[in-house]
Protein backbone atom coordinates (compact mmCIF):
# COMPACT_ATOMS: atom_id res chain seq x y z
CA UNK A 1 0.00 0.00 0.00
CA UNK A 2 2.24 2.87 -1.08
CA UNK A 3 2.06 5.50 -3.81
CA UNK A 4 4.06 6.68 -7.06
CA UNK A 5 4.41 10.06 -6.81
CA UNK A 6 6.03 12.76 -9.06
CA UNK A 7 6.80 15.92 -7.39
CA UNK A 8 8.01 18.41 -10.76
CA UNK A 9 8.93 21.50 -10.07
CA UNK A 10 10.55 23.04 -13.64
CA UNK A 11 9.03 22.85 -17.09
CA UNK A 12 12.33 21.29 -17.80
CA UNK A 13 11.76 18.72 -15.33
CA UNK A 14 8.29 17.77 -16.63
CA UNK A 15 9.41 17.10 -20.07
CA UNK A 16 12.38 14.97 -18.67
CA UNK A 17 9.69 12.61 -16.84
CA UNK A 18 7.59 12.54 -19.19
CA UNK A 19 10.29 11.76 -21.86
CA UNK A 20 11.35 9.02 -18.98
CA UNK A 21 8.16 7.77 -18.58
CA UNK A 22 7.56 7.63 -22.60
CA UNK A 23 10.19 5.47 -23.15
CA UNK A 24 9.23 3.08 -20.61
CA UNK A 25 5.80 2.31 -21.96
CA UNK A 26 5.26 1.32 -25.67
CA UNK A 27 3.10 3.52 -27.66
CA UNK A 28 2.51 5.55 -25.20
CA UNK A 29 1.94 9.10 -27.25
CA UNK A 30 -1.33 6.88 -28.12
CA UNK A 31 -2.80 5.91 -24.42
CA UNK A 32 -4.26 8.32 -22.37
CA UNK A 33 -3.03 8.91 -18.92
CA UNK A 34 -5.66 9.84 -16.16
CA UNK A 35 -3.10 12.14 -13.72
CA UNK A 36 -5.31 12.71 -10.76
CA UNK A 37 -4.66 16.38 -9.40
CA UNK A 38 -3.36 16.92 -6.10
CA UNK A 39 -5.62 18.07 -3.19
CA UNK A 40 -6.18 21.94 -2.48
CA UNK A 41 -3.83 21.56 0.88
CA UNK A 42 -1.04 19.82 -1.32
CA UNK A 43 -1.59 21.45 -4.78
CA UNK A 44 1.22 24.62 -3.86
CA UNK A 45 4.28 21.55 -3.59
CA UNK A 46 2.51 18.43 -5.69
CA UNK A 47 1.91 18.89 -9.11
CA UNK A 48 0.79 15.12 -10.36
CA UNK A 49 -0.01 12.24 -8.67
CA UNK A 50 -0.10 8.50 -10.33
CA UNK A 51 -1.61 6.15 -7.96
CA UNK A 52 -1.35 2.47 -8.35
CA UNK A 53 -5.21 2.23 -9.32
CA UNK A 54 -4.36 4.44 -12.34
CA UNK A 55 -0.92 2.39 -12.89
CA UNK A 56 -3.07 -0.72 -13.50
CA UNK A 57 -5.18 0.96 -16.10
CA UNK A 58 -1.87 1.23 -17.90
CA UNK A 59 -1.06 -1.97 -18.14
CA UNK A 60 -4.61 -2.96 -18.74
CA UNK A 61 -4.29 -0.21 -21.85
CA UNK A 62 -1.22 -2.19 -22.95
CA UNK A 63 -2.11 -5.62 -22.12
CA UNK A 64 0.50 -6.10 -19.57
CA UNK A 65 -0.38 -9.21 -17.43
CA UNK A 66 1.69 -9.25 -14.56
CA UNK A 67 0.49 -12.59 -13.29
CA UNK A 68 2.57 -14.16 -16.32
CA UNK A 69 5.85 -12.53 -14.81
CA UNK A 70 7.58 -15.35 -12.80
CA UNK A 71 7.55 -14.65 -8.55
CA UNK A 72 11.32 -13.31 -7.90
CA UNK A 73 13.04 -14.74 -5.00
CA UNK A 74 12.45 -12.78 -1.38
CA UNK A 75 14.89 -9.58 -1.65
CA UNK A 76 16.97 -9.59 1.63
CA UNK A 77 18.99 -6.83 0.93
CA UNK A 78 17.37 -3.83 3.57
CA UNK A 79 17.95 -3.76 6.40
CA UNK A 80 14.87 -3.32 9.57
CA UNK A 81 15.99 0.30 9.51
CA UNK A 82 16.09 0.81 5.89
CA UNK A 83 12.60 -0.76 5.40
CA UNK A 84 10.77 1.22 7.85
CA UNK A 85 11.64 4.18 6.31
CA UNK A 86 7.79 4.45 4.71
CA UNK A 87 6.23 5.14 8.41
CA UNK A 88 6.39 8.47 10.51
CA UNK A 89 9.49 8.73 12.49
CA UNK A 90 10.79 5.78 9.93
CA UNK A 91 14.34 8.16 8.73
CA UNK A 92 14.52 9.75 11.98
CA UNK A 93 14.72 6.46 14.22
CA UNK A 94 17.16 4.75 10.97
CA UNK A 95 19.82 7.70 11.55
CA UNK A 96 19.28 7.84 15.41
CA UNK A 97 19.84 4.08 15.90
CA UNK A 98 22.80 3.95 13.40
CA UNK A 99 24.43 6.98 15.55
CA UNK A 100 23.80 5.22 18.70
CA UNK A 101 25.12 1.76 17.53
CA UNK A 102 27.97 3.07 15.07
CA UNK A 103 29.40 6.40 16.92
CA UNK A 104 28.08 6.23 20.30
CA UNK A 105 25.94 9.42 19.76
CA UNK A 106 23.18 9.27 21.85
CA UNK A 107 22.10 12.82 22.82
CA UNK A 108 20.42 13.59 19.74
CA UNK A 109 16.94 15.80 19.81
CA UNK A 110 14.34 14.69 17.06
CA UNK A 111 11.42 16.67 16.10
CA UNK A 112 9.06 15.07 14.16
CA UNK A 113 5.77 15.80 11.71
CA UNK A 114 3.36 13.67 9.63
CA UNK A 115 1.08 16.05 7.91
CA UNK A 116 1.83 19.13 5.58
CA UNK A 117 0.42 21.45 8.18
CA UNK A 118 2.12 19.62 11.29
CA UNK A 119 5.36 19.80 9.05
CA UNK A 120 4.78 23.91 8.63
CA UNK A 121 3.57 24.35 12.13
CA UNK A 122 7.20 22.63 13.26
CA UNK A 123 9.06 24.24 10.44
CA UNK A 124 7.59 27.75 12.10
CA UNK A 125 8.91 26.25 15.90
CA UNK A 126 11.98 25.66 14.37
CA UNK A 127 12.52 29.43 12.75
CA UNK A 128 11.41 31.07 15.63
CA UNK A 129 14.10 29.44 18.13
CA UNK A 130 11.69 27.87 20.01
CA UNK A 131 12.73 24.56 19.15
CA UNK A 132 16.55 23.89 17.86
CA UNK A 133 16.02 20.05 17.14
CA UNK A 134 19.71 17.97 15.65
CA UNK A 135 17.30 16.17 13.63
CA UNK A 136 14.19 16.93 12.21
CA UNK A 137 11.94 14.68 9.73
CA UNK A 138 8.86 15.67 8.06
CA UNK A 139 6.43 13.99 6.48
CA UNK A 140 3.50 15.43 4.05
CA UNK A 141 1.59 12.19 4.71
CA UNK A 142 -0.27 11.32 7.52
CA UNK A 143 1.65 8.46 9.43
CA UNK A 144 4.39 8.86 6.78
CA UNK A 145 4.55 7.40 2.80
CA UNK A 146 2.09 4.81 4.28
CA UNK A 147 -0.90 7.43 4.57
CA UNK A 148 0.35 8.89 1.06
CA UNK A 149 -2.37 9.45 -2.00
CA UNK A 150 -3.96 6.30 -3.67
CA UNK A 151 -3.09 4.43 -0.29
CA UNK A 152 -4.99 1.43 -0.50
CA UNK A 153 -5.51 0.61 3.33
CA UNK A 154 -5.55 2.87 6.47
CA UNK A 155 -2.32 4.43 7.12
CA UNK A 156 -2.48 2.78 10.85
CA UNK A 157 -2.81 -1.05 9.06
CA UNK A 158 -0.69 -0.19 6.53
CA UNK A 159 2.44 0.90 8.98
CA UNK A 160 1.92 -2.40 10.82
CA UNK A 161 2.90 -4.09 7.49
CA UNK A 162 5.51 -2.22 6.95
CA UNK A 163 6.31 -2.33 10.11
CA UNK A 164 6.15 -6.90 9.85
CA UNK A 165 8.10 -6.50 6.82
CA UNK A 166 10.74 -4.29 8.78
CA UNK A 167 10.99 -6.98 11.47
CA UNK A 168 11.66 -9.52 8.84
CA UNK A 169 14.77 -8.34 7.55
CA UNK A 170 17.69 -10.13 8.06
CA UNK A 171 20.29 -7.73 9.87
CA UNK A 172 18.79 -4.29 11.76
CA UNK A 173 21.32 -1.61 10.33
CA UNK A 174 22.76 -1.12 6.82
CA UNK A 175 25.40 -3.23 5.80
CA UNK A 176 27.95 -0.55 4.21
CA UNK A 177 31.42 -0.63 4.12
CA UNK A 178 31.21 2.99 4.49
CA UNK A 179 29.38 3.40 8.15
CA UNK A 180 32.28 2.16 10.25
CA UNK A 181 32.72 3.20 13.83
Known amino acids: PLSICFNISRQSERVSAFSKLMSVIPNF ?4 LMIA ?3 PEVSGYVDHVLTF ?3 AALFVAFEIDLSTIGESP ?4 ASMLGRGYANASGV ?3 IIRTAEEKFGITDISFEKADTLSDCLEMLKHIDKGSTCPDLVEGMACPGGCVGGPGTLASPPTAARHVTRFA ?4 FEFPVCDKIES
Request: glycine residues 4%; hydrophobic residues 40%; aromatic residues 0%.
Open 37 to 39: LPT
Open 92 to 94: GNA
Open 74 to 77: AIQD
Open 53 to 55: EEL
Open 29 to 32: SSAV
Open 167 to 170: SSAP
